[in-house]
């Protein structure tokens, strides 16, 4: 705990639902998966924005009680959406009901596209847990709610140390890039270049908390990259969030991975 | 410095950035996506996304200095751009700042920000 709000009062930043930076000392971090505005069967709720937004941060707020934390304790977050008038008219006042006036250190981004194409908003959060972490495992990785994905909706850390991957591409270490305009290759070497950085730094696939998948598309990305992301993670999956963009770093990258991971 | 840089020679970086980074202790600092805006919320550099990077880096710069650290603190670092021809323009504005390896890096082109005259937003996440 110990937070700390960084330049929050400065004069632009009045009035905002987010500040510039938050610290802490961290004892214990959650890390929730990107949540949208889906029911537990999987279907989203009708109705656009402002029902998507609603159900979104629903679904945060119980995974937030289930690790005994509530929004005001979020030092993070990034959401996620695809229609930035219909947020700005729609999701943007359902997002206040549940922040208050609660300021986390915030991005926000219009994408191409979400899971689902008619999804609209997917929000992300970084929480800084009270408690000590004496006593339990170095990750708890939970759903609140059944699901029918391949990710948990909440993994935390308790104590250990965060690792921070760059990006992962599917370049070879000579700076070639495996795969160009293969799908199922680059997923492949993406995992493979993960796994390599995690082994480095004292981690396995295990130790990931948090992924973020950045896709050309989500659909080729479901048919080709997939398998490889099961076989890497074998169930033990971490937080995740799937997001399409218009383009990466280098023409020829289709995928680039982000993962946080813990070691003890 | 409160993090250790992670390098392996089975995996290497494409450009001038850290494979990973690992905390080792201190506090950890999330920082908010910077844009290019002054301190009386005016866009600088509209339309010009090299003005735009380098008033970005003095703001992250800013806040992180306030935080009690420096871009040097930086563990990871994502820059959203809104167009794959900006990257040399911000690359340029980047290598500026950091005098020699920048820290974990991501780059993604997003389909816009959330005002239409921002071109480039970083967000990063530190250690002091």
Request: proline fraction near 5%; charge should be neutral.
């Amino acid at each position: 705990m110990d937070r700390r709000d960084i330049l929050a009062e400065r004069p632009v930043e009045k009035g905002r639902g987010f500040m510039p930076g938050v610290s802490v000392a961290p004892a214990r971090v959650l890390f929730t998966a990107g949540l949208t505005g889906r029911n537990p069967d999987g279907s989203l709720v009708p109705g656009g924005m402002a029902p998507q937004t609603r159900r979104a941060f629903e679904r945060l707020e119980g995974v937030l009680a289930h690790a005994g934390a509530k929004f005001d304790d979020a030092v993070k977050q990034l959401v996620y959406v695809t229609d930035l008038d219909a947020y700005n008219t729609g999701g943007r006042a359902e997002r206040a009901k549940f922040f208050g006036t609660a300021r986390p250190a915030s991005t926000g981004l219009v994408v191409r596209r979400l899971a689902d194409p008619a999804m609209l908003v997917e929000v992300e959060l970084v929480v800084d847990l009270a408690g000590s972490s004496q006593g339990k495992p170095l990750l708890e990785k939970f759903n609140a709610e059944s699901h029918p994905g391949d990710f948990y909706q909440g993994v935390i850390v308790n104590g250990g140390r965060l690792l921070y991957l760059a990006g992962q591409i599917a370049n070879n270490p000579d700076g070639s890039i495996a795969g160009v305009g293969d799908w199922r290759r680059q997923a492949e070497k993406v995992y493979e270049n993960i796994g390599h950085v995690l082994r480095a730094a004292g981690a396995t696939p295990a130790s990931a908390v948090k992924e973020t998948t950045w896709v050309l598309s989500i659909d080729s990305w479901r048919q080709h990259g997939a398998a490889a992301r099961r076989a890497f993670y074998q169930g033990d999956y971490p937080a995740s969030t799937l997001v399409e963009i218009p383009g990466l770093a280098q023409p020829e990258f289709l995928v680039e991975i982000e993962v946080i991971a813990a070691v003890a | 410095m409160p993090f250790s840089t992670i390098a392996t020679p089975e995996a290497r970086p494409v450009a001038n950035y850290k494979m990973a980074t690992r905390m080792e202790g201190g506090r950890l600092v999330y920082v908010s996506g910077q844009v290019a805006w002054d301190a009386s919320g005016n866009i600088v550099g509209k339309g010009d996304v090299g003005a735009q990077a380098r008033q970005t880096f003095r703001n992250l710069r800013q806040v992180l200095q306030a935080a009690g650290g420096d871009l040097g603190s930086l563990m990871k670092m994502t820059t959203y751009i809104t167009r794959i021809e900006d990257r040399p323009a911000v690359a340029e504005a980047r290598g500026e700042v950091f005098a020699g390896e920048v820290p974990a890096s991501t780059l993604i082109v997003v389909k816009s920000l959330f005002h239409p005259d921002f071109l480039v937003e970083i967000e990063g996440v530190a250690v002091v």
